[in-house]
């Protein structure tokens, strides 16, 4: 230093003093006071958490006013490598408050988000930040790393145009701030860069991983329902036979082919026969039930990626047969299909009281306590006239209640009935000489109460026996609102 007390030249603003090539700027009256000033010796985290701004020029002077710096605290941890984040949410508040707290720097606000960074725009924790940042709420941030606030581009660009605009005056991390001037933000801009190369790399790290592992046969994903992921790190990625549900997939493959079910039948039989369930304790659903059935994984092979042309043969042991498989597929063929037809005993028979659509029917099952099934049957507007009718379902049970309750009002053919009666009679005689062989008896009638042999066909009776029967009532039935009315203005 020494030659640097005599070239020391007294300005109007300040003192500076050349040692060439560098200058010192020293914004004091005394020299002696500056240069024994503690603060030159202080960490560089340890500094005043105001910056300045220009306001004005007095003559060759600017004039410049301190702008106070209020932090807004975020915390992210992203939920796609929950696992692998050395640091959680908690922990990262509590490290910053103490950063905070030894700096003396103020924290007006506090946001915390588990989020990928990976896309532009897409955490609105941060979009929020952004717009308070915009509006002047706080115009510092506080978090743990650079990589906190973006891995992308997009929202790092944001983050240095606020700084541009003045709106964002410093960004503080554990280890390093930046504020608005060429070298920081250039700074800044490096790490988030670095951050997203990571991310990048991570990926494709993770593709090649995959490809290797589908090379060796190996399934890189979750197991078929039927087969279980290997637990042992030894056999990592390999699936194994699931001794409980894998019987049971086998046969769904076995009554398509043999016995020609459709994936709506096998369906309701694992649902409400078998009460099967997956892995995750869920029924398996229907179109489940269909992605199952077209799955070649089943007889040893598999296609990965999905839709792309490249097969691969399996380590793990085959279900069923490649035979087996491609009659499956044959007879899920839409003409291949023998469907079953199920005609309910009132629908079409019945219509709405609201719209005059026809009535519509559908089947429900509950579980009861003791562990049985019951079917329940439901009547409801067709809503060919009107898509919104509003008008309310039915159970079967109480619609023939309330049929037989009105049976009074309705009108009917006595002579159709009478004679459903009389070969009812010859059916019942027919049984008791063939069945009971009861040669001589011969049951006969003098009068017939047709309201009752009515009640007892809509009490007792098959769905087939029901309609034959309201086929022979001349007045039509109309619900509204779950109550039966009778219409008989157009009895014959």
């Given at each position: 230093?020494?030659?640097?007390?005599?070239?020391?030249?007294?300005?109007?603003?300040?003192?500076?003093?050349?040692?060439?090539?560098?200058?010192?700027?020293?914004?004091?009256?005394?020299?002696?006071?500056?240069?024994?000033?503690?603060?030159?010796?202080?960490?560089?985290?340890?500094?005043?958490?105001?910056?300045?701004?220009?306001?004005?020029?007095?003559?060759?002077?600017?004039?410049?006013?301190?702008?106070?710096?209020?932090?807004?605290?975020?915390?992210?941890?992203?939920?796609?490598?929950?696992?692998?984040?050395?640091?959680?949410?908690?922990?990262?508040?509590?490290?910053?408050?103490?950063?905070?707290?030894?700096?003396?720097?103020?924290?007006?606000?506090?946001?915390?988000?588990?989020?990928?960074?990976?896309?532009?725009?897409?955490?609105?924790?941060?979009?929020?930040?952004?717009?308070?940042?915009?509006?002047?709420?706080?115009?510092?941030?506080?978090?743990?790393?650079?990589?906190?606030?973006?891995?992308?581009?997009?929202?790092?660009?944001?983050?240095?145009?606020?700084?541009?605009?003045?709106?964002?005056?410093?960004?503080?991390?554990?280890?390093?701030?930046?504020?608005?001037?060429?070298?920081?933000?250039?700074?800044?801009?490096?790490?988030?860069?670095?951050?997203?190369?990571?991310?990048?790399?991570?990926?494709?790290?993770?593709?090649?991983?995959?490809?290797?592992?589908?090379?060796?046969?190996?399934?890189?994903?979750?197991?078929?329902?039927?087969?279980?992921?290997?637990?042992?790190?030894?056999?990592?990625?390999?699936?194994?036979?699931?001794?409980?549900?894998?019987?049971?997939?086998?046969?769904?493959?076995?009554?398509?082919?043999?016995?020609?079910?459709?994936?709506?039948k096998l369906y309701h039989w694992?649902?409400?026969?078998?009460?099967?369930?997956?892995?995750?304790?869920?029924?398996?659903?229907?179109?489940?039930?269909?992605?199952?059935?077209?799955?070649?994984?089943?007889?040893?092979?598999?296609?990965?990626?999905?839709?792309?042309?490249?097969?691969?043969?399996?380590?793990?042991?085959?279900?069923?047969?490649?035979?087996?498989?491609?009659?499956?597929?044959?007879?899920?063929?839409?003409?291949?299909?023998?469907?079953?037809?199920?005609?309910?005993?009132?629908?079409?028979?019945?219509?709405?009281?609201?719209?005059?659509?026809?009535?519509?029917?559908?089947?429900?099952?509950?579980?009861?306590?003791?562990?049985?099934?019951r079917k329940y049957i439901y009547?409801?507007?067709?809503?060919?006239?009107?898509?919104?009718?509003?008008?309310?379902?039915?159970?079967?049970?109480?619609?023939?209640?309330?049929?037989?309750?009105?049976?009074?009002?309705?009108?009917?053919?006595?002579?159709?009935?009478?004679?459903?009666?009389?070969?009812?009679?010859?059916?019942?005689?027919?049984?008791?000489?063939?069945?009971?062989?009861?040669?001589?008896?011969?049951?006969?009638?003098?009068?017939?109460?047709?309201?009752?042999?009515?009640?007892?066909?809509?009490?007792?009776?098959?769905?087939?026996?029901?309609?034959?029967?309201?086929?022979?009532?001349?007045?039509?039935?109309?619900?509204?609102?779950?109550?039966?009315?009778?219409?008989?203005?157009?009895?014959?």
């Amino acid at each position: 230093m020494k030659g640097l007390w005599d070239r020391a030249k007294n300005t109007s603003s300040c003192w500076y003093f050349q040692a060439s090539p560098i200058r010192f700027f020293l914004p004091t009256t005394r020299v002696g006071d500056a240069l024994d000033s503690p603060r030159r010796q202080r960490h560089p985290l340890d500094m005043e958490t105001t910056t300045t701004r220009a306001v004005g020029i007095i003559g060759k002077q600017v004039i410049k006013e301190a702008v106070k710096i209020r932090y807004c605290l975020y915390a992210r941890k992203s939920t796609e490598s929950e696992e692998r984040q050395v640091l959680s949410i908690d922990s990262q508040i509590k490290e910053m408050l103490q950063l905070a707290e030894r700096d003396g720097l103020e924290v007006v606000a506090m946001k915390r988000e588990s989020h990928s960074a990976k896309e532009t725009g897409q955490r609105p924790v941060f979009n929020e930040i952004v717009e308070e940042l915009r509006i002047g709420k706080y115009n510092g941030l506080l978090t743990w790393a650079p990589d906190r606030i973006g891995r992308n581009a997009g929202d790092l660009a944001r983050v240095v145009d606020l700084m541009d605009a003045g709106m964002l005056q410093e960004i503080r991390t554990f280890s390093q701030s930046f504020r608005n001037n060429p070298n920081e933000k250039f700074l800044l801009t490096i790490l988030g860069g670095q951050a997203k190369l990571e991310n990048d790399n991570r990926g494709i790290n993770v593709k090649r991983g995959l490809r290797t592992r589908v090379e060796m046969g190996l399934w890189p994903g979750i197991a078929p329902t039927g087969y279980l992921n290997e637990r042992h790190m030894d056999r990592k990625c390999q699936v194994v036979l699931d001794p409980e549900r894998a019987p049971v997939i086998k046969k769904m493959f076995e009554k398509v082919a043999y016995e020609k079910w459709s994936g709506r039948k096998l369906y309701h039989w694992l649902r409400f026969e078998l009460n099967f369930h997956t892995t995750g304790n869920k029924p398996l659903s229907c179109g489940n039930v269909y992605r199952t059935l077209i799955n070649p994984f089943y007889y040893g092979v598999f296609e990965y990626p999905k839709k792309s042309g490249n097969w691969y043969n399996g380590k793990h042991e085959p279900l069923i047969t490649k035979e087996l498989f491609d009659e499956v597929q044959k007879q899920l063929k839409r003409d291949s299909i023998v469907r079953q037809s199920h005609e309910f005993a009132f629908t079409k028979l019945i219509t709405c009281g609201l719209c005059g659509s026809t009535f519509s029917a559908e089947e429900k099952y509950k579980q009861l306590k003791d562990g049985t099934m019951r079917k329940y049957i439901y009547y409801g507007c067709g809503r060919a006239r009107d898509h919104h009718c509003k008008n309310t379902y039915l159970q079967e049970e109480e619609l023939i209640d309330q049929i037989i309750k009105a049976l009074d009002q309705i009108d009917f053919n006595s002579f159709g009935i009478q004679h459903k009666f009389e070969e009812e009679l010859r059916r019942f005689n027919k049984f008791q000489r063939g069945v009971l062989g009861l040669s001589k008896s011969n049951v006969t009638h003098e009068e017939v109460d047709l309201k009752t042999y009515v009640k007892y066909t809509l009490k007792e009776g098959t769905g087939a026996e029901k309609r034959e029967l309201m086929g022979c009532f001349k007045s039509k039935i109309q619900i509204t609102k779950g109550v039966v009315i009778i219409d008989t203005s157009t009895a014959e």
